[in-house]
């Protein structure tokens, strides 16, 4: 039996983590593609999904007082009343269309990728539940306005990535690369507020799930050619407007009399849209509930139902959802940024490159997991406290991670230009020192190697069968449904 192990462990360690099995690696990829179309054709294309809730919250609108989240619903009726065109046909047309465009620049990244990583790496790329299958396995989350956050990131890292190409091609010219971070600036600012400051007045929360990740992006660029002081001055200058209007957003929740109001107009449109109908004096449409709950109610809300649910139960499914896609996800990064290095190992185009060429993985991992995932992390820690949709909060930030991680100019940021953005890291380096300690113990220790037929386990579990949602987790989630339809008649059996 040990020999045996020991073959299948060897066997599958081989076809794993060896980047040049290339016919392996072509099959997973590819088998995705048919897979992921077969989704998008019939759920969203032929059966048209598109759930009551997240419908209705695209229609909050500011005819009866400025109010969070009301921009989209305005255009979206204001196209209807003066235009005579269908706001439900619109809105599912955009939002299919946001969600394919986003699906498709993330399936492109990874493929760029493919021929780099092993097929641990691309496995994780295409099936973690947290990641691109996040909206298949809960299908109300497409049409949701968060994905609208992904568009400023996207136009983000072009910019990061046409400025630092100008960057290593003019090396030796501090002059030229100093006015290339000034037209990275002035683009940014332009194209991220024209994306995001409409954005913020359709979702506040953009300030906790999506500023965050920016704001270090751009801060580690801009220290290229500025100093600390300067660099943090010029990315608060650039994103002053979207943090500005978010805040307001922020505060202006609006109240009963504009939630009855709203809830009154969709009335004349409840024959076109049955979505919006609502008994508007007995019963509170669900999106407009927000209206008259406080913040402490929304903690409670969390804590029943997150927390404290089925004895606790719920608490503890999220927490080792959690941590089994993270454990996967930080593996596979580490993975992916050691195969970066190694590319990048030999490049010389820049007197500063030879500095930080010989940092070991370990270290280019720590530093990058803990700006682009652990304080984007932190950031949202409001949104678990006052909102119920943990799942979601996590493949957000999950998903912007893995963009920055498939994005090579940002890679060589960190590998090669470290010691110009060190600030960043060393305003939080009590939280920073104890990341890194964990960081290094844990991969000091021979976990996998020692268990790895454990690894293999988890790993295929968590990749085929395990099912995160959006929110409410149960326990049928971390099975497969016709394993927990065989487990229920043994136990009724048992019972028996």
Known sequence: MQVFNQKLKEASKSILNNPQSFLWKNLVFYGFIILFSGYFINSLLLKREFHDYIFA??????????????????????????????????????SYLIFLLFSLLYI???????????????????FLP?????????????????????????????????????????APNFYNQHKSINRYSIKLGLIYNLISVPTA???????????????????????????????????????????????????????????????????EYSHLYPELMANCQEEMHGVLEFFQISTSEAIKEVIEMNILQDNGMSFVLWIFGFTINLILLMRISCKILGYSLNRYSDEKTSPDLSIHSQSNSIEIF???????????????????????????????????????LLTPSLVR???????????????????????KKIVYWIYSQPFIEKFYLAY??????????????????????????????IIEKIIKFLLN
């Open 57 to 94: 919250e695209w229609f909050i609108h500011y005819r009866n007082g400025f109010v969070r989240r009301g921009l989209g619903g305005h255009i979206l009726l204001f196209l209807q009343d003066n235009y005579n065109i269908n706001a439900g046909l619109t809105l599912t047309f955009f």
């Open 108 to 126: 492109r990244k990874v493929q760029l990728y493919k021929r780099y990583i092993d097929l641990e790496s691309l496995l994780v790329l295409l």
């Open 413 to 435: 940021l960190e590998i090669f230009y470290s010691h110009r953005n060190q600030w960043i890291i060393n305003c939080f380096f009590p939280l920073y020192f104890v990341y």
């Open 456 to 485: 293999l386990s988890l790993f295929v579990y968590t990749l085929f069968f395990f099912k995160l949602p959006h929110f409410d987790i149960k326990t049928y989630n971390i099975y497969p449904p016709y394993l927990w339809g």
């Open 201 to 267: 007045l359709t979702h506040e929360a953009i300030l906790f799930l999506s500023l965050p990740l920016n704001l270090i992006i751009t801060s580690s660029v801009i220290s290229l050619n500025f100093s600390p002081i300067k660099s943090l001055n010029r990315t608060l200058i650039i994103y002053a407007p979207t943090l500005v209007v978010s805040v307001i957003c922020l505060f202006f929740k609006g109240n009963q009399n504009i939630a009855l109001g709203i809830c009154e107009s969709w009335q």
């Open 366 to 404: 720590t530093r990058f997991s803990f700006k682009y995932i652990l304080l984007p992390f932190l950031g949202t820690s409001i949104l678990y406290l006052i909102a119920l949709d943990w799942g979601r909060w996590l493949f957000i930030v999950s998903i912007s991670y893995v963009l920055c």
């Open 130 to 170: 947290v990641l691109i299958l996040f909206p298949a396995n809960t299908r109300v989350i497409v049409g949701r306005k968060e994905f609208l956050f992904f568009l400023s990131l996207m136009a983000n890292l072009f910019l990061v990535v046409s400025v630092l190409n100008s960057i290593n091609k003019e």
